[in-house]
């Protein structure tokens, strides 16, 4: 479980966290979502260490982050899977090379085992016939699950993904959601999500944390979003009128 | 300010590249291969220049000297000199960090742009050791590249003085070993391995800490030029001082 207490962060004047609190739960998919702006990558990259914070804290199971050594935060980080909005692929490796990257750095496994745990994962990821592809030569579905893979080969205990569907068609985004909620759910990660997908919303989005204007305006779940009247919410997620009308039919399938 | 800033900056990021080394197996296979992109692969041209650029030295040394006093050896004499002293340290070194420095700034910078560096950071990799600690020891080969520059360069001063008529080859011969001094060639590679550290450590700093997109990263490889240059000339005015002073 993460848990994020009073999160402040400025940049120069600018203050886009303006006090955020919440848990992350694990097993769960959980995403942040809210507008352009609304500060969730920088939120998303104070969780992951790649920004520091002025105020609050984030603890991953009990560890208050801000508190570990340097050596003590990349032991964490090494445990942490990522998927990158542009995947972030080692252009100079091969496919099967960016995923065994992970079990090469942190695990003593001989080349043989290394290559069996490769096998399945990209399996899993049904890149059965990718091995010695470059990157370059991959479609962005492709990247995004090869991102994925490579952010699970290791067992790790979160995965963050920012913005996994963008520039993707929307059936190849369902297959990544439902890739991320299967993997999720198969090996009890603690998963946050960045997006502004509305379908990975309703699709998978176990616990949803609205983010305005670096406040979090609102929390809930997928069911829960259909009932909110929470008016920053309901612009945002009910801007289009198929998902106006969704939530029609829900409603009224729900009295 | 900014200056201040960026040259505590620099010394940090050195300290932080000898932190937390990379496994072995794999650091040995990225000097492996940084061996073979800025050493092996800078050969060719450091060869092809040396060659002429010796040949030149040789002329025009040769041209200048009209005074029938002095000794017709000293053509031989003047190219080692040259050569040894300056040419192949100095501005082989300047012509590398074109090279080997552009290309170094413009791959780590393409990384940042696209994350990679981030991907690195998030498993938990130093990723200053991983990128720049592998370029530094490759590096540490440059000394035989600047050898193979300062033979190619005597030699391309003989090919021009025997071919050209300016001097005969016993003349040329004489004039190299004429008053030669063991610790020039040292000095020259003292130098070497001071200017091979600064090839792989500024723009490899340019790289890293690059901010912005693509056309970014072509202005940090031009920064990264201008300033491994100017290093390299202040510290080889220094070093002489010190050295030969």
């Known amino acids: 479980m993460?848990?994020?207490?009073?999160?402040?962060?400025?940049?120069?004047?600018?203050?886009?966290?303006?006090?955020?609190s919440t848990t992350f739960e694990k097993g769960k998919t959980n995403l942040i979502i809210g507008q352009s702006g609304s500060g969730k990558t920088v939120f998303l990259k104070c969780l992951l260490g790649l920004f520091n914070y002025e105020e609050g804290s984030i603890s991953y199971d009990g560890e208050i982050f801000s508190q570990l050594t340097e050596d003590e935060k990349r032991n964490l980080r090494s445990k942490i899977g990522m998927v990158f909005q542009g995947s972030a692929l080692f252009d100079s490796m091969t496919i099967a090379e960016n995923v065994m990257f992970p079990l090469q750095m942190f695990t003593k496994q001989s080349k043989s085992e290394m290559q069996d745990r490769v096998d399945f994962v990209l399996k899993r990821v049904n890149l059965d016939n990718a091995h010695y592809k470059m990157p370059s030569e991959a479609s962005g579905g492709m990247q995004k699950r090869v991102a994925i893979a490579r952010a699970i080969v290791n067992n790790p205990k979160y995965l963050f993904c920012d913005e996994p569907n963008?520039?993707?068609?929307?059936?190849?985004?369902?297959?990544?959601?439902?890739?991320?909620?299967?993997?999720?759910?198969?090996?009890?990660?603690?998963?946050?999500?960045?997006?502004?997908?509305?379908?990975?919303?309703?699709?998978?989005?176990?616990?949803?944390?609205?983010?305005?204007d670096g406040l979090k305006a609102w929390e809930g779940s997928?069911?829960?979003?259909?009932?909110?009247?929470?008016?920053?919410v309901t612009n945002f997620v009910y801007s289009s009128n198929l998902f106006k009308k969704v939530r029609k039919m829900y409603l009224e399938e729900n009295k | 300010?900014?200056?201040?800033?960026?040259?505590?900056?620099?010394?940090?990021?050195?300290?932080?590249?000898?932190?937390?080394?990379t496994k072995w197996p794999v650091m040995k296979k990225l000097i492996f291969k940084d061996i073979d992109?800025?050493?092996?692969?800078s050969l060719g041209i450091v060869a092809f220049i040396s060659f002429f650029v010796g040949g030149v030295i040789t002329i025009q040394t040769a041209l200048n000297i009209s005074n029938p006093l002095i000794p017709k050896y000293l053509v031989g004499f003047a190219t080692r000199q040259s050569i040894v002293l300056e040419f192949a340290p100095t501005f082989t070194s300047i012509i590398m960090a074109g090279k080997v420095g552009s290309f170094i700034t413009s791959s780590i910078g393409t990384m940042r742009v696209t994350e990679?560096?981030?991907?690195?950071?998030?498993?938990?990799?130093?990723?200053?050791?991983?990128?720049?600690?592998?370029?530094?020891?490759?590096?540490?080969?440059?000394?035989?590249?600047?050898?193979?520059g300062m033979f190619l360069g005597i030699l391309g001063g003989m090919a021009a003085c025997v071919f050209g008529g300016y001097t005969s080859l016993e003349n040329y011969i004489?004039?190299?070993?004429t008053d030669f001094d063991t610790f020039h060639v040292i000095y020259s590679f003292?130098?070497?391995?001071?200017?091979?550290?600064?090839?792989?450590?500024?723009?490899?700093?340019?790289?890293?800490?690059?901010?912005g997109g693509a056309l970014e990263v072509g202005k940090a490889s031009t920064t990264s030029f201008v300033w491994t240059s100017v290093v390299i000339i202040l510290l080889n005015y220094i070093l002489t001082g010190m050295m030969l002073g």
Do not use: C
């Open chain 2, 116 to 148: 990679q560096i981030d991907a690195l950071e998030v498993m938990g990799i130093n990723s200053l050791n991983y990128l720049v600690f592998p370029k530094t020891i490759a590096l540490m080969l440059y000394p035989f590249v600047i050898a193979i």
């Open chain 1, 166 to 212: 963008s520039g993707l068609d929307p059936k190849t985004a369902i297959v990544i959601d439902n890739l991320i909620q299967e993997i999720t759910d198969e090996y009890q990660i603690t998963t946050v999500i960045n997006s502004h997908d509305m379908n990975s919303v309703m699709e998978i989005g176990e616990k949803i944390v609205f983010l305005k």
């Open chain 1, 2 to 20: 993460i848990e994020v207490k009073n999160l402040h962060k400025s940049f120069g004047e600018a203050e886009v966290l303006k006090g955020i």
């Open chain 2, 190 to 211: 003292i130098k070497t391995f001071v200017f091979a550290f600064i090839l792989a450590t500024i723009p490899s700093f340019h790289g890293f800490y690059m901010k």
């Open chain 2, 1 to 21: 300010m900014t200056y201040l800033y960026n040259i505590g900056n620099y010394f940090l990021m050195i300290a932080e590249m000898f932190r937390k080394p």
């Open chain 1, 222 to 232: 997928n069911e829960t979003i259909f009932k909110t009247d929470n008016e920053a």
């Open chain 2, 37 to 41: 992109d800025l050493i092996i692969g």
């Open chain 2, 174 to 177: 004489l004039g190299l070993q």
